[in-house]
């Protein structure tokens, strides 16, 4: 018999590696489990959302109003000489003490999937401490260049209609 996680959801963010000196755009989806399946978390949720360095620093620890779909967003500016590696990111609701969600704490939601590898399960170590279960995700900071090369391509001629092939000198 399998227990389900009081707690499922998704953090992402626009891109999953970023220099030092970017900033990182973060979002979070998260749901409450009921007998029924998924449901949104009440009205008035909060999330406490940490990201913690490389270095088991935390760099950001804030609080977040959810929306009305259980969402939540933010910018996290990555300082100039911030360390290189993976960042972690935790997010739960605020006083989630949730062991089993009250029915008619939001619609379920159909077609929500399997929660991701990791959702729901409490997090130990460095960051915002968190009351309950959380959902975890996280991003790479590293400094990296794009290649230095470049494609130089001629056409044999000016103009090429469609369905005519295009040779190239």
Known sequence: DQVRAPLAGSLATDRPIYRPGQP?????VLRLHNDAGYALPPADSQANVSVVDAQGNTVLSTTLALGP????????PIAPGAPLGAYTINAGLVG????????GAGAPQQGAGAPQQGAGAPQQGAGAPQQGPTVFGQFAVAEYRTPAFEVSVTPAAPDVLQGQPLTLD
């Open 24 to 28: 990182v755009h973060l979002r979070g």
């Open 69 to 76: 779909f259980g969402t939540f967003n933010t910018t996290l």
């Open 96 to 103: 989630a003490q949730h062991a089993a969600p009250q029915q």
